[in-house]
């Protein structure tokens, strides 16, 4: 009684459809490799929420992409563009209900807040391109245990065609993420 009827708008995910994905996901790593690490792009976090739900049609992806959450596209100026906002609504409604030092402790304090927000790593509120790289990561490790399970029985060249590419999105992608945690002072030598 409580169990979802199955969605009637699945796509059969066949060898095709695999092969497809696995070259279309060593290009997106390829192209995630472009953007800033440490920040959130709007743009990208939208691009794979639709690539998500795209993937989740698949017959034999939905159930294992089910745990991976949708990025968050929220980026620091929205924030602080909100945070602004109520400062200013403070500022306008607060003189005549409030005295004169609870006013000034008010505004002063969501003054800071707006200054802090600015100190704050965006991966508290958004989705960076460092945690859509992990996201894009899992699915590529989802689609290399599918591949390796032979459940889709390819043919050899093609098995190993589709391994090469998922092999490359994986290293695209774990390469880009530790560049992402070593420090922005340099070169390593």
């Known amino acids: 009684m409580l169990r979802r009827p199955s969605s009637p708008d699945l796509i059969e995910f066949d060898r095709k459809a695999f092969y497809a994905l696995a070259a279309e996901c060593r290009t997106y790593a ?7 690490q440490d ?28 745990a991976i959450a949708l990025a968050r596209p929220v980026a620091r100026w929205q924030v602080v563009t ?3 906002v109520v400062w200013v609504i403070l500022a306008l409604a607060l003189p005549g209900v409030v005295n004169r030092q609870w006013y000034m402790v008010l505004l002063g304090g969501w003054l800071f807040t707006i200054v802090a927000a600015f100190f704050l ?20 490790d989802i689609l290399l245990e599918m591949l390796d399970s032979g459940a889709l029985e390819f043919t050899e060249a093609a098995f190993f065609k589709a391994k090469e590419n998922l092999l490359a999105a994986k290293a695209e992608l774990r390469q880009q993420i530790d560049l992402a945690h070593r420090p922005h002072n ?3 030598l």
Request: a positive charge; glycine letters at 4%.
């Open 30 to 36: 390829a192209e995630l490799a472009n953007f800033d």
């Open 82 to 84: 909100l945070l602004v």
């Open 121 to 140: 790593p965006e991966s508290l509120y958004g989705t960076t391109t460092e945690l859509l790289e992990a996201k894009v990561l899992r699915v590529v």
């Open 39 to 66: 920040r959130v792009n709007l743009k990208e976090c939208h691009r794979f929420n639709a690539w998500l739900t795209h993937l989740r049609h698949y017959d034999r992806l939905a159930p294992r992409l089910a």
């Open 186 to 188: 340099g070169p390593i």
